[in-house]
């Protein structure tokens, strides 16, 4: 990645993972090459945001849950973080 | 050439690949000062020319190890080539530009120097063939070179 350009942080190597996908499996779903999904996963290449898009339709997700400017904070403890407390 | 070759170039560290790029930039010139330097001396003319292509081995090797590297990719005949094989090649061909162009000006720096300070510069044989053959090997070159200068060191398989 070029340094001018600023890292787009993600979640794919998690969402993979998670839905028990391999790099291979899920460039072909993608039509890219395997590297890239490396690449994308390490930080290293910013995809397009059509690739980014694409994505995001694959796993039936918002982009905003799978690409984001700052560093992604775990899922499990967005899941389960306790919601703030209502002033009574 | 073996899987087993095209496949280990594939995955060079980018720390050698870059030591390899070197080598194929600086090879050539330092092949042709040697040349140009033992001609100058007694030695016979066989054993110049054998030194000369000695010299030059590691140039010929490097630049075709960086052949293969991008082979597919910088010239596009891989079947398929995806948004970051694309940018990639647009990266190393702007990249060959800024090198091709420094090169240049460096050179016409230099001959400019040269020439200002009450020298001459004679072009025959012994000045054009050396320019003329960096320019028909360099010039296809150079953009896997620089592909090979500017990607980073593939993830590991999982």
Redesign the interface.
Known sequence: ??DHQRQVHNRL?VLRAERRL??KQLADKL???Y??I??I??G??N??L??ALTIAELFRLPIEAIFSLKPMTPLSEEIFRDPPVEPR | MSTTTTSRIEYLPRSRRRTLVAIALAGYPVAVAVLVTLKHTSLNRWLILALFLLVLVPTVVTLFVGYLYARGRIDGHRA?L????L?LRQ?AYALSHRVLAAILIAATAITEIYLTSGNTLRLDANTFVPVLMWVIVYIPALPSLMLAWIE?D?????
């Not at chain 2, 593939?154 to 999982?158: C, G, W």
């Open positions: 990645m070029p190597a391999s790099r039509s890219i090459n590297q890239t490396g690449y996963e390490r290293d290449y995809p397009s059509e690739l | 398929r995806d948004e970051r094989d940018t990266q980073t593939q993830p590991a398989d999982a």
